[in-house]
């Protein structure tokens, strides 16, 4: 039952996967030896023709320079605005996404509300428009790398860089969740955490690309969801379980699953779950805890690990509630301050092994978890009881109606009507006490009953006033006394 649920969500997944725009990449490549290629596109996204070529001149007010990346809602150029010479990151949409007015009417609401956001660790969107059927968003352009590059480079990171920049992340995201309305990113990443030169200051982290952003809690917030549109909101190896099975139904607890992640491959060098298909990875996320942390990396704290196995947890209501909590669990960590959290929920055995054949797949437990899998074996139960009982009623339904013979009808003969019974009446009602000793005189003999009187019960003459074993006469209505102690 266990493993056809998740081969059912596998198959959910893939199907969208193959109804996304822009996915194309699969699972990704792998950079050295284990740690999956975390960009949004493969080579060959970055290798195609350019929407727009150098030099051309967007709505009369952005010159378009080279074209620096490529994702599956747009490109994005480095920009010259021609009045004030500043230079911009402009993010062209694609065009199939362009022609959809529902997409549009959801991205115009997002850059609305991601441009009001204030805060040093959101990049800035400053502007959007449209030149024709071309709809862009210009943001602030940065300098430096993205932490991509920075795990590929020297990973594994330095555990007080890793925790300032998740100190930094949490920040950063609790301002868009607060925000009203607020704010959901849902393809938080290393490749969309950037690390910015800005004057002196080193490794300034930047959060980019709202571009799949939800809104919740607002009249901006579209009617149909991203999935309506047809993609894929977020990357697998970052992607809460809920979001892989419905992305529609997430709060803010899917950014501190990402969150989670992210602190996990700094660290490590590699993602918590390591899989060589899309489906393998899927079915892990759903049935097995991630990696352990410290046995990749022992140098890290029990606290620091524990922080990050609650960001990880499958089941979201017990996740960390919000990501200014991870972050001060977080700077507890730093400054090696005890963090108080409640215990991460253990995991018990579900099934013997995994479609693939791999070792014992596991389900989360904890009050919450126990009771849920408490909940399908009821549910289980009672699919089989109604499946046998609907077979019964079919197979009841189906069975031939014997026919039994037919039986003559004999007309019985007429019966003479009985004579009235007459009753005798008994010679003699015998005592039923014993008969008095010798030497002691009999007591008077009963009367003899009337004609067509009923006979009276032998025990009526156990009379407890009057002589022994004689009737108590009826008095003169007819009612015969009552006899009393």
């Known amino acids: 039952m266990r493993t056809l649920q998740l081969a059912t969500v596998a198959a959910g997944f893939l199907l969208q996967c193959h109804r996304n725009l822009g996915c194309g990449q699969g699972i990704g490549e792998t950079v050295g030896d284990s740690t999956p290629n975390i960009e949004a596109v493969g080579a060959n996204a970055r290798e195609g023709e350019a929407l727009l070529s150098a030099g051309h001149v967007l709505a009369g007010r952005y010159r378009i320079g080279r074209r620096i990346g490529r994702g599956g809602m747009g490109e994005v150029y480095v920009a010259t605005h021609i009045n004030t010479g500043l230079i911009v990151a402009c993010k062209v949409l694609l065009p199939e996404l362009s022609r959809r007015s529902e997409f549009l009417r959801r991205f115009q609401a997002e850059a609305r509300a991601v441009a009001a956001l204030r805060h040093p660790g959101i990049v800035r969107v400053t502007d959007f428009d449209h030149d024709g059927d071309l709809h862009f968003l210009i943001m602030e352009k940065l300098e430096g790398e993205s932490l991509t590059d920075r795990i590929r480079s020297a990973a594994p990171l330095p555990i007080p860089f890793v925790l300032r920049v998740g100190i930094d992340l949490c ?77 529609k139904d997430v709060d803010e607890r899917v950014d501190i699953y990402a969150i989670g992640v992210i602190l996990f491959q700094a660290l490590t060098g590699v993602t918590p779950y390591q899989a060589d298909s899309l489906a393998e990875l899927v079915l892990k996320i759903h049935s097995e805890p991630p990696q352990d942390l410290r046995k990749l990396r022992p140098d890290v704290s029990q606290e620091l690990a524990d922080t990050i196995s609650r960001a990880l947890v499958r089941e979201r209501e017990l996740r960390l509630p919000s990501a200014a909590k991870l972050g001060l669990a977080l700077q507890a960590c730093l400054e090696g301050r005890p963090v108080c959290l409640a215990p991460v929920p253990t995991w018990i055995p579900l099934l013997e092994t995994n479609p693939f054949g791999q070792p014992v797949s596991q389900v989360q437990t904890g009050p919450l978890g126990r009771q849920r899998l408490r909940k399908r074996w009821y549910v289980l139960l009672g699919s089989i009881v109604v499946l046998i009982t609907a077979a019964a009623l079919v197979l009841l339904g189906r069975a031939p109606v014997r026919s039994l013979p037919a039986v003559p009808v004999v007309a019985a003969p007429p019966v003479a009507p009985a004579p009235s019974p007459t009753v005798q009446a008994p010679a003699a009602v015998a005592s039923p006490l014993p008969a008095p000793a010798a030497g002691v005189a009999p007591g008077p003999a009963p009367p003899a009953a009337q004609p067509g009187e009923a006979t009276r019960r032998h025990a009526a003459g156990r009379s407890r006033q009057g002589a022994p074993g004689k009737l108590a006469e009826p008095n003169a209505g007819g009612e015969r006394p009552q006899f009393h102690e």
């Open 171 to 247: 920040e950063a995201i609790s301002v868009a969740h607060e925000h009203s309305p607020r704010i959901i990113h849902r393809d938080l990443k290393p490749d969309n955490v950037f690390l910015a030169t800005e004057g002196t200051r080193q490794d300034v982290v930047k959060i980019l690309d709202f571009g799949i952003a939800k809104l919740i809690d607002s009249e901006l917030a579209p009617k149909n969801t991203v999935t309506s549109t047809g993609f894929l909101a977020g990357t697998p190896f970052y992607m809460a379980p809920e979001q892989m099975v419905n992305s």
